[in-house]
């Protein structure tokens, strides 16, 4: 007794095919409804091969998404604690600041003035320590990192140099942070 399945032709099946074999090995049958014939052990193993491929399909999709969870959770745990990083010694000249205005009086102005330098230095320091960096304001006023708040009339310097700093303007590596504030050089106007 033999395993396999076959299904019945028709004469049209016969004329079809004679008809492609005629027409060469480079034509296409363009017939959606072929039929095959396999084994009942092939059909098992080829079912049994299907089920074990969607299993292993769901297995990598399930530790796909695991795995892009994990790495969220990690890239937001990294970006934390860079923040308590650089938030640290900001917070400690915070308290250096809160001291030197309970400290502050006449008697001892230059103490204090020394004291805010000092930790205005240290911000300075915590800052570069982030990778922050002031913006140079020296020279021809750039539109891609400084901001024109007013003009000075000015003959002694070409026409849109700084001649004043407002606010300054920082950069994280390549990325503005904060545009510089600048009041810029025009020429003076005639007296008429």
Not at 61 to 71: T, Y
Not at 87 to 113: C, G, M, Q, S, W
Request: hydrophobic share 35%.
């Amino acid at each position: 007794m033999s395993n396999n399945t076959t299904e019945p032709t028709s004469d049209s099946d016969t004329t079809s095919d004679n008809q492609s074999a005629q027409k060469g090995p480079d034509a296409t049958d363009t017939r959606a409804d072929e039929a095959m014939t396999i084994t009942v052990g092939e059909f098992e193993r080829l079912t049994k091969d299907l089920t074990e491929w969607k299993e292993r399909c769901m297995r990598s999709q399930a530790e796909f998404e695991n795995v892009r969870r994990r790495l969220r959770k990690e890239a937001d745990e990294a970006g934390t604690r860079a923040v308590a990083r650089f938030v640290k010694p900001i917070i400690t000249e915070l308290d250096n600041l809160e001291r030197a205005v309970l400290a502050a009086n006449p008697n001892a102005f230059v103490e204090f003035a020394q004291g805010v330098t000092m930790t205005q230095s240290n911000l300075l320091n915590a800052l570069q320590g982030a990778g922050i960096e002031a913006i140079p304001c020296e020279g021809l006023f750039d539109p891609a990192v400084h901001e024109v708040l007013a003009e000075e009339e000015n003959d002694t310097v070409p026409k849109g140099t700084i001649v004043q700093i407002f606010r300054a303007g920082y950069k994280l590596r390549d990325q503005l942070v904060r545009a510089a504030q600048v009041i810029v050089a025009k020429p003076k106007t005639p007296a008429g």
